[in-house]
């Protein structure tokens, strides 16, 4: 822009300095910045000067002209992050200009010091990360350990800065001296820096991608950019990677080795809640951070990993101060490092399969695992028939009491005497001391029936596998199974009691259709509950049993599949067993309506048998009175044909929810509950 006044000539207006927005330019082509150098206008020459002024102009520049070895100084100080005499950074804009006022340039010339100033800023940017993060104490150590890495190519690049710096001053000492071939120039300053100038560059967006970054997350990054197609790249983020990662590969030795956690800054995969109790180290105390874990870890390592260190703390803290760690190896750090995965990985898997080993020994030996299985079966799931019998037979009366009337210690006394009577008495002790009584909560007008329960008490480290919850569900087993049982010892004591009626009673032909009747709906009732037990028994329990036996010896590799075998076997159990599923409330409700019928006849029952007896004795005697027998005796009739009426209703509804299943053995149950069709005829 010109400024120009009447008989005054044209006035230049002076140029703002040249500067080089490296973020924007630094990628362009030689032929894109020499077009833009050739746009811009040198502050000493005007377009509109006469053409013998221009060269006057310059002839001047060039007679002006700094040598080309002192511009060499300025930029082996540039690319040590310190201004020279003619090369400066722009602290505002973060962009290195040329004075070009005490530095005139032919372009050519102006291109290649502006392609050489990349190098000082990309070193800037990188030596600011590395002084900001390498002694702060808030900086993870994967983050130190990268500051470390870069660090050491810095050193490098500093021999390089100190050979050149060297080389320069020798030529301004020998400024008289003719170039040679040794001679640095810009060219040649060019061609050394190249190397130099990637590595900066690599480094310089390595550490924008790492930014706010740490541990395992960090590490997928920078393992991201090993597939560069560079071969270059590729090869120094691996050694980069080599550096960085060590703090990580020390903390999975320490834990697969010792099973401890040294992780300050929360950048293993691996983390650990210090407020749950020990009883619950398996479970809750240990967890995997997905986000801490590196890419290039399968999920299959990564859980081998989490189990290995999990394992140890389990042996040490749960099992009562098993010593548990292994000797390093001396070839640890050859194998725990990055590049080295299919040798850790085999290293792992040994590493696995022998904690796993032992662990489950240690289980199954020392603490009887099995055992305890065992006797949840014969105690909670009334496998042990002549001891539930005892059981029944020493606590019937008690139970038909209020809830409210019932004395623990009475009933643990009767508990005892069922062991000592039975083949109970046979077992473990360590086994019999576990098995006690326990009254639930008591609900208005509750009987004995409702509240009992035994009881099984679990300690570590066998409460892994047995926990509360699976507790939980084997008391609810047992609250099912235990009035089954209640309905088929009733039941038996009918058909006893009914067995010898018909010659009891054979004086009483008006009853003879009654009682005959009383037999025949005993007798349907018996079927249906020992139909129902066979399957619960053999087809549900034994089954399930026997599934799990198999899984845990034969199967099962570590802790984690033997609480996942036990899970499954009471899953199973509760689902066949009509205590849990889609249809689990339908279902129970259907048998809860069944049981309470089938009590509610033998109430029937008792008073049929008690007007027989009455009628038996006013035969046989001559001062018999008469009353209202008559309508006692339809009373009686009415609630026997009600109650057999609700009987065979609920069983057709029972039988529909069976049928609606596409479970073989729930079908075949109601194949053999209505085997002649019986029920079905008569809808």
């Not at 150590?141 to 320069?168: G, H």
């Not at 326990?438 to 329960?453: C, E």
């Not at 129902?532 to 099962?556: A, G, M, P, T």
Request: charged letters at 25%; hydrophobic letters at 35%.
């Amino acid at each position: 822009m010109s400024v120009s006044s009447p008989g005054l000539p044209n006035i230049v207006e002076p140029v703002a300095r040249t500067s080089r927005p490296h973020e924007v330019h630094v990628n362009d082509s030689p032929r894109n910045i020499r077009r833009r150098l050739t746009r811009e206008p040198s502050p000493q020459l005007s377009r509109r000067d006469p053409p013998a002024v221009q060269l006057n102009k310059v002839r001047e520049m060039h007679g002006r002209e700094v040598s080309e070895s002192e511009i060499l100084r300025d930029l082996v100080f540039v690319f040590q992050g310190i201004d020279g005499q003619y090369i400066k950074l722009d602290t505002a804009t973060n962009e290195y200009y040329i004075n070009k006022q005490t530095l005139p340039l032919s372009p050519p010339k102006e291109e290649l010091i502006y392609r050489l100033t990349v190098t000082g800023w990309l070193f800037i940017h990188v030596k600011t990360f590395v002084d900001t993060h390498m002694h702060n104490n808030t900086t993870s150590l994967v983050v130190q350990s990268l500051c470390a890495a870069i660090q050491s190519q810095l050193t490098d690049y500093y021999r390089l800065i100190a050979i050149l710096e060297a080389q320069v001053e020798k030529q301004l000492l020998d400024k008289h001296t003719n170039l040679t071939e040794q001679s640095l120039t810009l060219k040649r300053l060019l061609v050394w820096m190249e190397e130099s100038n990637n590595k900066l560059r690599l480094m310089s967006t390595l550490l924008d991608a790492c930014e706010g970054q740490k541990g395992g997350a960090m590490l997928t990054i920078l393992h991201n950019y090993t597939k560069h197609g560079d071969p270059f790249a590729r090869t120094f983020v691996m050694q980069i990677l080599q550096s960085v990662s060590k703090p990580f590969y020390d903390m999975l030795q320490r834990w697969v080795f010792e099973g401890e956690l040294n992780d300050p800054y929360e950048e293993f995969f691996v983390a650990c809640d210090m407020n749950v109790p020990e009883e619950d180290l398996w479970q809750r105390k240990y967890s995997i951070r997905e986000p801490m874990l590196p890419s290039f870890f399968s999920k299959d390592l990564a859980q081998k990993i989490f189990a290995i260190g999990k394992s140890l703390n389990f042996m040490r803290c749960s099992c009562h101060g098993i010593d548990a760690q292994y000797d390093v190896p001396a070839n640890a750090a050859d194998v725990f490092k990055y590049g080295e995965m299919q040798t850790m990985e085999r290293t792992i898997d040994a590493i696995y399969m022998d904690t796993s080993k032992t662990l489950l020994n240690l289980l199954k030996t020392k603490y009887k695992l099995m055992d305890h299985l065992r006797a949840l079966k014969r105690y909670m799931l009334l496998g042990q028939g002549d001891f539930i019998q005892y059981l029944m037979d020493g606590l019937g009366a008690t139970l038909n009491k209020p809830a409210t009337t019932l004395l623990r210690h009475n009933l643990t006394s009767v508990l005892e005497t069922a062991i000592r009577s039975s083949n109970a008495q046979y077992d473990d002790p360590a086994i019999l001391n576990r098995l006690d009584v326990r009254l639930l909560k008591i609900q208005n007008d509750d009987i004995g029936w409702d509240v009992f329960t035994l009881d099984y008490r679990m300690e570590t480290p066998i409460n892994t596998v047995i926990n509360a919850n699976s507790m939980l569900q084997y008391l609810q087993v047992f609250n099912f199974l235990w009035r089954l049982k209640r309905v088929e010892y009733t039941l038996s004591a009918s058909w006893r009691q009914w067995g010898k009626v018909s010659r009891e009673f054979s004086e009483l032909p008006d009853l003879s259709q009654d009682l005959h009747q009383a037999q025949m709906t005993i007798q349907r009732m018996i079927h249906f509950i020992y139909q129902l037990q066979h399957y619960v028994i053999f087809e549900v329990l034994e089954c399930s049993w026997k599934k799990l036996e198999d899984n845990i010896q034969n199967h099962s590799i570590d802790l984690d599949s033997i609480i996942e075998s036990h899970a499954s076997y009471l899953s199973e159990i509760t689902q066949k067993g009509f205590l849990s599923g889609p249809k689990k409330k339908e279902l129970a409700d259907r048998l809860n309506d069944l049981f309470d019928c089938i009590l509610r006849y033998k109430v029937v029952l008792d008073h049929l048998h008690g007007y027989a007896s009455n009628e038996a004795v006013k035969r046989h005697s001559k001062y018999a009175l008469e009353g209202d027998s008559d309508k006692r005796l339809n009373r009686i009739r009415r609630n026997h044909q009600d109650v057999e009426n609700a009987f065979t209703a609920q069983v057709l509804q029972f039988l529909d929810i069976l049928k609606s299943y596409h479970d073989e053995d729930l079908r075949s149950l109601s194949t053999r509950l209505d085997y002649n069709d019986f029920y079905s005829s008569n809808q």
